[in-house]
C-alpha cells in the first residue's frame, strides 16, 4: 500500500513536468499573429524554459539543505501553477518569457529531487519507476500538445494558464501525502558536492543535452514544418499529439525492457538509428513516410528521455547522491538543450524553411552515437539493471 501511495505521488508530480513547454507548439501561430512575433522570438518561450531547468538546477543542492526535499517539491509545484496562471492574465511578451522562467526554476527543482525520492524508495526498482516518471510526463505532454488549440477557441492565453489547475492539484496530492512521513531524510546536510571531476558525468551531460535539444526542437517546430508541406494547423497538432503520445509509450517500455534485455549502450544504438530513420522520412513529402517518420522519432526519443534520467541514479549510492548527480546533469545538459531550440528558430529565419531542423536533427543523434560507440561511453554499459551494479561500475563511478 505504501509503495503503491509513492508510485501515485511521482505519477502526479511528474504529470506536470511538461505542461508549461509542451502547451506552447500548437499555439505558436496564434502566438506570432496575436504579438507579431519572428520565430526567433516565439522560440523563445519552449526554449528559456529549459535553459532556466539547466541554470537553476545548480540550486538544487541549497533548496534540499535550508528546507528539505518534500517543501522545496511542494514549493516548485506551486510556483509552477503561478508561472502558468499568471499568462492568463499577463498575456504580452514579456510576461510570457517571464512566466517561463519561473517555469523553468521549478522544474529544475522538482526533477532532481524526485530522481532522489525515486533512489530512496525504489532502489531495487529504478528502471520501472523511471518509466512511469517518464510516462506520466508524457501524459502531460499529450495532453497539452492536444487539448491547448481546443481550449484556445476561448483565447490563447486561458489554453497557456489553464493547464495551472493540474499543478495545483498535484501540489495539494504532495502535501497531504509527503506531509504524514516528515522530513527527516530530506532535510539531511548535503556535504557532497556536483560530481563536475567524472568525466563519466560530462558524458551523462552532453546526452541529456543532446537528446533534450533534439526532444524540444521536435515538439516546437513539428507543426510549423507539417504545415509547410501541406498539412492544416489541427491536423499537424494531432500529428504532434501522435508523436508524443508513441514518445510516451516508450519512455515507458524502453527503461523496463533495459532491466531485462540488452545493455545502456545496445539501446542508445538501437535508439539512435530510429531517429535518423525517422528523419529520413520527414525530409520527404509522402503521407506515409511523414507518418512513419514522426512514429520512428517518437520512439527513439521515448527511448533517450528514461536513459538520460536513469544513467546518474545508476551511477550513484544513495538519494542525496542520486539528486547531485542528477542535478549537474540536468543542469549543464537542460542548458545544452535550451539553445537548440533558439539557434533552430535563427536558421528557420534566415533559410525559410523548416527542413533545416531536420538536418540539425541529423547532427545532434550522429554526436550521441559517436559519442555512445567510442570507449565505455557513459559507465555501466555492460549491464543494465536498474537497481544493482556490478562492483567495477562502482569503483568507475567513485
Given at each position: 500500500m505504501e509503495n503503491k501511495r509513492m508510485v501515485f505521488v511521482v505519477c502526479i508530480v511528474a504529470l506536470n513536468l511538461r505542461l508549461g513547454i509542451s502547451s506552447v507548439p500548437p499555439l505558436i501561430g496564434l502566438i506570432k499573429q496575436a504579438l507579431q512575433l519572428n520565430n526567433f522570438q516565439v522560440s523563445l518561450l519552449t526554449s528559456i524554459p529549459v535553459i532556466c531547468m539547466g541554470v537553476m538546477a545548480f540550486g538544487v543542492k541549497q533548496m534540499q539543505q535550508k528546507l528539505g526535499r518534500d517543501r522545496s517539491i511542494l514549493l516548485c509545484l506551486f510556483l509552477l501553477a503561478i508561472g502558468m496562471a499568471s499568462r492568463i492574465v499577463f498575456s504580452n511578451y514579456l510576461c510570457l518569457v517571464l512566466s517561463a522562467i519561473v517555469i523553468g526554476f521549478s522544474i529544475a527543482i522538482i526533477g532532481p529531487l524526485l530522481s532522489g525520492l525515486i533512489k530512496e524508495y525504489f532502489p531495487q526498482q529504478t528502471g520501472l519507476l523511471i518509466g512511469v516518471y517518464s510516462i506520466s510526463m508524457g501524459v502531460g505532454s499529450a495532453?497539452?500538445?492536444?487539448?491547448?488549440?481546443?481550449?484556445?477557441?476561448?483565447?490563447?492565453?486561458?489554453?497557456?494558464?489553464?493547464?495551472?489547475?493540474?499543478?495545483?492539484?498535484?501540489?495539494?496530492?504532495?502535501?497531504?501525502?509527503?506531509?504524514?512521513?516528515?522530513?527527516?531524510?530530506?532535510?539531511?546536510?548535503?556535504?557532497?558536492?556536483?560530481?563536475?571531476?567524472?568525466?563519466?558525468?560530462?558524458?551523462?551531460?552532453?546526452?541529456?543535452?543532446?537528446?533534450?535539444?533534439?526532444?524540444?526542437?521536435?515538439?516546437?517546430?513539428?507543426?510549423?514544418?507539417?504545415?509547410?508541406?501541406?498539412?492544416?494547423?489541427?491536423?499537424?497538432?494531432?500529428?504532434?499529439?501522435?508523436?508524443?503520445?508513441?514518445?510516451?509509450?516508450?519512455?515507458?517500455?524502453i527503461p523496463v525492457l533495459m532491466d531485462h534485455w540488452g545493455s545502456t549502450k545496445s539501446w542508445i544504438l538501437i535508439c539512435g538509428c530510429l531517429i535518423l530513420l525517422g528523419v529520413g522520412c520527414l525530409l520527404t513529402n509522402t503521407f506515409f513516410l511523414l507518418i512513419g517518420g514522426i512514429i520512428l522519432i517518437g520512439f527513439g526519443l521515448g527511448g533517450y528521455f528514461p536513459i538520460a534520467i536513469l544513467l546518474p541514479l545508476q551511477a550513484s549510492e544513495d538519494p542525496l547522491e542520486a539528486s547531485l548527480w542528477t542535478g549537474m546533469v540536468q543542469s549543464f545538459?537542460?542548458?545544452?538543450?535550451?539553445?537548440?531550440?533558439?539557434?533552430?528558430?535563427?536558421?528557420?529565419?534566415?533559410?525559410?524553411?523548416?527542413?533545416?531542423?531536420?538536418?540539425?536533427?541529423?547532427?545532434?543523434?550522429?554526436?550521441?552515437?559517436?559519442?555512445?560507440?567510442?570507449?565505455?561511453?557513459?559507465?555501466?554499459?555492460?549491464?543494465?539493471?536498474?537497481?544493482?551494479?556490478?562492483?567495477?561500475?562502482?569503483?568507475?563511478?567513485?
Open positions: 495532453a497539452a500538445s492536444n487539448f491547448s488549440l481546443s481550449l484556445a477557441k476561448t483565447s490563447w492565453s486561458f489554453a497557456l494558464g489553464s493547464w495551472s489547475i493540474l499543478a495545483i492539484i498535484g501540489g495539494i496530492v504532495w502535501f497531504f501525502v509527503m506531509g504524514e512521513k516528515g522530513t527527516q531524510a530530506s532535510v539531511r546536510k548535503a556535504s557532497k558536492g556536483f560530481p563536475l571531476k567524472r568525466v563519466q558525468a560530462w558524458k551523462m551531460v552532453l546526452f541529456f543535452g543532446l537528446q533534450s535539444g533534439m526532444f524540444y526542437g521536435v515538439s516546437t517546430w513539428l507543426v510549423e514544418l507539417l504545415v509547410q508541406k501541406g498539412f492544416s494547423r489541427g491536423e499537424a497538432s494531432q500529428w504532434l499529439t501522435l508523436y508524443v503520445i508513441v514518445q510516451m509509450v516508450f519512455s515507458f517500455v545538459g537542460y542548458i545544452v538543450g535550451g539553445v537548440i531550440p533558439i539557434l533552430l528558430g535563427v536558421f528557420v529565419d534566415i533559410f525559410q524553411s523548416f527542413n533545416v531542423f531536420l538536418y540539425v536533427m541529423i547532427i545532434l543523434c550522429g554526436g550521441i552515437l559517436l559519442l555512445t560507440i567510442q570507449g565505455r561511453g557513459y559507465g555501466n554499459d555492460e549491464k543494465s539493471q536498474s537497481g544493482e551494479r556490478d562492483d567495477s561500475a562502482v569503483r568507475e563511478v567513485h
